[in-house]
Structures are given as structure tokens and as C-alpha cells.
Nanobody, 115 residues
């Protein structure tokens, strides 16, 4: 199994920045990709960003040019740098890992952007 712990959420004004972290532990050698999702009240869970084991990245159209996913293999940590935040980015952000043994989720971290 893989354990994921997010941190870095908080309250920020529109136009501000936050950096989320996701620390992975457990059987991490089976991880194929790491993802950040978000879920706002009353909305479906949305895939925000992905980074594969080879380092390829992809983003939802709504965050392209504003968010950057990266990783530090030495720390087994994935980051989501979020710039130019908008009130529409308000959500619980969840880290997820795709492995050969299934998908694992963190507990989520709240991001609130005020206008």
C-alpha cells in the first residue's frame, strides 16, 4: 500500500499563490503516476495535474499556465505550485497515486481563495 499525506493548503486572496505538498510512503516503487485532484462543494471531483514516473506532466485546461506539478524523488514528495489563484480554485485538493496494485488517496487539504 501507499500512504499519502498532503499539506500546504490554506486561505489566500485572489491572485495569490500556494504550494501544496504530498508526501508518499509505503510501497512507492509500484507508483506509475501521481495526481492532484480537487473537489468543490456540489461539484464532481476534477483531475488537476498528473506527473508520471518518467516525469511527463499534464494539466486540466482550467489550470494550465497557472499550476505546476513537480516532484522530489529523494523526499518521495510531489508538489503543486499554484499561482494566480482565483475564487473558482477553492476546493479540497487531494493527492492520489496510481500503482500496479490500485489507486490510493490522501486525506485532502483545503484551499480557499477569496475575491
Amino acid at each position: 500500500q501507499v500512504q499519502l499525506v498532503e499539506s500546504g493548503g490554506g486561505f489566500v486572496q485572489s491572485g495569490g499563490s500556494l504550494r501544496l505538498s504530498c508526501a508518499a510512503s509505503g510501497i512507492i516503487r509500484n507508483i506509475n503516476a501521481m495526481n492532484w485532484y480537487r473537489q468543490a462543494p456540489g461539484k464532481q471531483r476534477e483531475l488537476v495535474a498528473t506527473i508520471t514516473s518518467s516525469g511527463s506532466t499534464s494539466y486540466a485546461d482550467s489550470v494550465k499556465g497557472r499550476f505546476t506539478i513537480s516532484r522530489d524523488n529523494a523526499k518521495n514528495t510531489v508538489y503543486l505550485q499554484m499561482n494566480s489563484l482565483e475564487p473558482e480554485d477553492t476546493a479540497v485538493y487531494l493527492c492520489s497515486s496510481s500503482t500496479s496494485r490500485g489507486r490510493f488517496w490522501g486525506q485532502g487539504t483545503q484551499v480557499t481563495v477569496s475575491s
